[in-house]
């Protein structure tokens, strides 16, 4: 099975280091989004990628954010300097250019 | 702002009974609506959409209806089965094209057998 891939599946850090999240999307798959999910909520946007270009920010992606997807294969979703309330999960899909999107099982970073 | 809202948290129905999820949006530049199903430590699932153009869409045990004039779709499910217990988004977009959904806060479905 082929699905979309989310490394790792857990992070815990302490406030104020940096980390670094992997999606691998279904291959082939033009597009790829990232959302995060707080607890009673659903996801909400974050970014988007078309192939290697990001088309879209969300004004919750604030300058501590930056999402890459090099040559438009996998995507990393970098946090500097984390925050308590950056604790949540984060969710990666992708879809081919229409809006079904397919959803990998999240990243929980919990921030101490 | 929450332009997608599913104002009921919880849902509780008796297995082989019908359940109904609603939701309602405010955006009226909305014109692609989605359901998802999540299950505990894994990712949304889609489980069926349904475009402005169209009042019904069915698949299997799944209907999805929308009331463009009242900006508000259902979603049922029928007959209900214990497998179907999970949380349950609606999600909206402008165009079956572009690219961010947006997500209402989810129903958490319970079907007892």
């Known amino acids: 099975d082929t699905g979309v891939s989310q490394n790792p599946r857990h992070k815990i850090t302490k406030r104020g280091q940096n980390v670094t999240f992997r999606c691998d999307p279904i291959?082939?798959?033009?597009?790829l989004y990232w959302y995060r999910q707080t607890l009673g909520q659903g996801p909400e946007f974050l970014t988007y990628?078309?192939?290697?270009?990001?088309?879209?920010k969300s004004r919750l992606l604030s300058d501590r954010f930056s999402a890459e997807r090099p040559k438009g294969s996998f995507s990393t979703l970098e946090i500097q300097r984390t925050e308590q309330g950056d604790s949540a999960m984060y969710l990666c899909?992708?879809?081919?250019?229409?809006?079904?999107?397919?959803f990998g099982a999240g990243t929980r970073l919990s921030v101490l | 702002d929450q332009q997608v809202k599913q104002n009921s948290p919880s849902l509780s129905v008796q297995e082989g009974r019908i359940s109904i999820l609603n939701c309602d949006y405010t955006?009226?530049?909305?014109?692609?609506f989605l359901w998802y199903k999540k299950y505990p430590a894994e990712g949304p699932t889609f489980l069926i959409s349904?475009?402005?153009?169209?009042d019904k869409n069915e698949d299997g045990r799944f209907t999805v209806f929308l009331n463009k004039s009242a900006k508000h779709l259902s979603l049922h499910i029928v007959p209900s089965q214990p497998g179907d217990s999970a949380v349950y988004f609606c999600?909206?977009?402008?165009?079956?094209?572009?690219?961010?959904?947006?997500f209402g806060q989810g129903t958490t479905l319970q079907v007892k057998p």
């Open positions: 899909a992708s879809s081919p250019l229409k809006n079904i999107q397919y």
């Open positions: 291959s082939e798959h033009n597009r």
């Open positions: 990628f078309q192939n290697e270009a990001q088309l879209e």
């Open positions: 955006n009226s530049m909305f014109d692609y």
């Open positions: 349904i475009s402005s153009i169209k």
């Open positions: 999600a909206a977009s402008v165009g079956s094209n572009t690219g961010k959904l947006i």
